[in-house]
Structure formats: C-alpha cells, structure tokens
C-alpha cells in the first residue's frame, strides 16, 4: 500500500514546485533578475534545455526519458521504503523530479530562477529551481537516516558488548 507521507511530500513538492515557477515565468521576464537578498541570492528567469547542470548528453528525447525512468524507479522505492522519513524523502525526491519532468514535457526545457552567488569569494552556483531544491533535499534526508541508523546501529551493539562482558 502507498504510504501516506511519500504520496503528501511528492504532491507538495510537485505543487510547489510547479507554482513557483508558474510565478516566475510570469511576472519576470528572460533573462532579468529580481533581488531577492542584496547580490547574494536573485531570482532570475533562466530556461534549461540540457541536463544537470546545463550539461548537454543527448537530444531532447533522451532527457525525458532518463527522467522517467528515475521517477519510476523512485515510485518503486518509495513505495517499499521502512518508514515515513524516507517515505517523506522519496517522496520530495519524486515530486523535484516530476516538476522538472513536466517542465521538460510541456516547454521542452526546465524553467530555473534560484540565483545564488557570493561575489565577495568568488563563487556562484548553478541557477536552479525549488524542484532540484527537494530532490537535493530528499537525498539529504536519506543520507540522515543511513547515519543515524548506523549511529544507531553501533551503539546498540556497543551496550550488547558491555551487558556481555558484565
């Protein structure tokens, strides 16, 4: 049976995602930018129409294809995954990878605004969107749990240990 928190977090992460830039794409125009924290963090209006990163691998097909199968995959695990944290992980990763998915079936490119740069040092990241954001998140959310459950792990078999040798 689905589990409830993957299903909520890829439908909030889906909406979200899809708003934002539905807002995005209409009160800024290509190419401008609205600041949004000095020079630090802007939205800009910016379209991708290759890969992770703006890397190009393939014709267009091949995008929507390896994001299809990614969701799938994802549904599959999310579906089997032990509890709600990685449910709700699954599921924000699901919900990042269907808005981009939509993005790229309806315009053909990804729409990306998040413009994030620290001119002080030098650096300035990729512009992109609340979906990447959740999938980024969703992974975040499952290396947490590997931790803690090794955390966990190791120190359920340290007490073992001890009541052992007592």
């Not at 939205?43 to 691998?57: A, K, Q, R, T, Y």
């Amino acid at each position: 049976m689905l589990r409830r928190p993957f299903v909520w977090a890829a439908i909030a992460a889906l909406f979200l995602d899809q708003m934002s830039k539905l807002l995005v794409y209409g009160l800024i125009e290509r190419g401008e930018s609205v600041r949004i924290v000095g020079d630090i963090l802007r939205f800009s209006h910016s379209e991708n129409p290759h890969g992770v990163f703006g890397l190009p691998f393939g014709p267009p097909v091949v995008y929507v294809v390896v994001q299809s199968l990614v969701a799938a995959l994802v549904v599959g695990l999310g579906i089997r995954a032990k509890g709600s944290w990685l449910a709700c992980a699954f599921g924000m990763i699901l919900g990042g990878a269907l808005g981009n998915l939509a993005d790229r079936i309806r315009l053909g490119r990804v729409i990306d605004f998040i413009d994030f740069e620290l001119r002080a040092v030098g650096f300035r990241w990729y512009t992109f969107n609340l979906a990447d954001t959740f999938v980024v998140i969703g992974i975040l959310m499952m290396l947490g749990h590997e931790i803690y459950s090794q955390v966990r792990h190791r120190r359920q078999r340290h007490l073992k240990l001890k009541e052992e040798i007592w």
